[in-house]
């Protein structure tokens, strides 16, 4: 188990997940835990406000320490995942992997993931994350990663030569192993974007301090990637909710202004939200809501408005007093007989 703290200095690392949900389906959730449970040390949930209390939905899937911190409102996912970052490093977790409700990690992820994060440390490299391939059912092929170059953002859709992996840019943040040092350095999750763009700035932000990034293509999660996808013309399109195209078009709009965002990161972003407009507002069901939306996010974000839609505003910040709610524990599985 890559999880424990035995063995010599180089081998040892203390690997506690972090999982935030809000308002899951348990029996997913259920399958999201028991998939990790037995390839981390420890994992805490953190619930962002869900309607029904998810303790009992818990109970009895991990043999390790398993907590769960109920937040009681919707504060965001980077408030509730920086949360968890600090529960991990209370714990003296070396290495955290960051999970959504409804992400399943494939058998030995989390063993990968630290292997080749060893592999390319070893080799003099100061690497803050790798990722796993996400793979959503509904498509035939995994999402692809991607590398800035000096003109262009590429799709990278294979390993580097002769590697396991390939370097990257950026990295989704559902099954990502984050080392904890790094992370220390280059700073908590960006908590006024609330949802969309958080896992990009600061995989921008590691970029900007000199570390790199890793997608494996050795192992995957299994992952749905937002809402139905969108068929046209024989293409999927990812597909989000109107609300959550208010978040996507606002925060491109603060990520583009950040002095880590490079330039050809907001000319290819700019073409694809230009893209997504026109294809949502015109050719999607619930046209006029997503239109709405999307250019109320502009607006917003125009305006330096950031923190959750029914309360943006410039300098938007979750409450301190969020971060005072401690761990409830929960039952832990029986031992096998």
């Not at 996808?229 to 597909?239: C, I, K, N, Q, S």
């Amino acid at each position: 188990m890559t999880s424990t703290r035995n063995g010599s200095a180089a081998q040892q690392a203390y690997i506690g997940a972090v999982v935030v949900t809000f308002n899951p389906d348990a029996e997913r959730l259920r399958q999201v835990i028991a998939a990790v449970a037995r390839q981390v040390g420890a994992i805490i949930v953190v619930d962002n406000g869900s309607a029904a209390s998810l303790a009992a939905t818990l109970a009895g899937l991990s043999p390790n320490p398993l907590s769960l911190v109920t937040l009681g409102d919707n504060y965001g996912v980077a408030a509730a995942q920086n949360i968890g970052l600090a529960w991990a490093r209370e714990r003296g977790c070396t290495h955290v992997l960051l999970l959504d409700h409804d992400a399943v990690a494939s058998p030995g992820m989390v063993a990968a993931l630290l292997a080749e994060m060893r592999a390319h440390q070893a080799r003099g490299e100061q690497v803050a994350a790798v990722g796993p391939l996400i793979r959503d059912p509904r498509r035939a092929a995994p999402a692809p990663f991607f590398r800035l170059t000096p003109w262009s953002v590429r799709r990278i859709e294979s390993a580097d030569a002769g590697q396991p992996s390939a370097r990257v840019d950026f990295l989704i943040s559902a099954g990502v192993l984050l080392a904890l040092d790094a992370q220390e350095q280059i700073g908590t999750l960006e908590e006024s974007l609330f949802i969309d763009y958080v896992d990009l700035e600061w995989s921008l932000r590691a970029r900007r301090h000199g570390y790199r990034l890793y997608g494996h293509y050795g192992t995957a999660l299994d992952h749905r990637l937002g809402d139905e996808p969108l068929r046209l013309f024989g293409y999927l399109m990812t597909a989000h909710s109107p609300l959550r195209h208010y978040y996507l078009a606002r925060n491109a709009l603060a990520l583009w202004r950040l002095p880590h965002t490079p330039w050809t990161w907001v000319l290819a972003d700019a073409l694809h939200l230009l893209r997504k407009f026109l294809v949502f507002s015109t050719l999607a069901p619930r046209r006029f809501s997503h239109c709405g939306m999307m250019l109320r996010g502009f607006a917003d974000g125009l305006r330096g408005r950031s923190g959750r839609i029914d309360q943006a505003r410039p300098g938007w910040q979750v409450p301190t007093t969020i971060r005072t709610h401690r761990p409830q524990a929960i039952p832990p599985a029986a031992p096998p007989p």
